[in-house]
């Protein structure tokens, strides 16, 4: 393993079919309002967590939630995670906010996410 560190797990997105029931549900399950609330994302903040809400999986098809591990550099991680096995499904692109995400399979097709703030 390279020196390249890991930051954790801080952020959970779940796949939602209707964004404004899961809304009602997640802001009594966390105790706190949407901190981000669009059409297309509903996310909350709560005991340093992340949790995202994506109306029909969003543009990469999600059909179970997805932990996302921060990274000090997505390319490194990506790279390594590559060299160990992992399949890249969704490479490193930005998102907006200085924030980049990417995604991999396991050997097991479990989806593995990757977020990178600049």
Do not use: C
């Amino acid at each position: 393993m390279t020196s390249s560190s890991h930051q954790g797990i801080r952020t959970v997105l779940h796949p939602v079919s209707d964004l404004s029931a899961a809304k009602a549900v997640y802001a009594v399950l966390l105790g706190v309002p949407p901190t981000t609330d669009s059409s297309y994302y509903v996310g909350f903040d709560a005991a340093g967590q992340h949790i995202g809400l994506v109306p029909g999986g969003g543009p990469q098809g999600m059909t179970s939630p997805v932990a996302y591990w921060h990274v000090p550099d997505i390319e490194v991680r990506l790279a390594e995670l590559s060299a160990a096995g992992a399949t890249v499904t969704e490479p490193a692109h930005d998102v907006g906010g200085d924030r980049l995400v990417a995604t991999v399979t396991d050997p097991d097709g479990n989806v593995l996410g990757l977020i990178q703030d600049r």
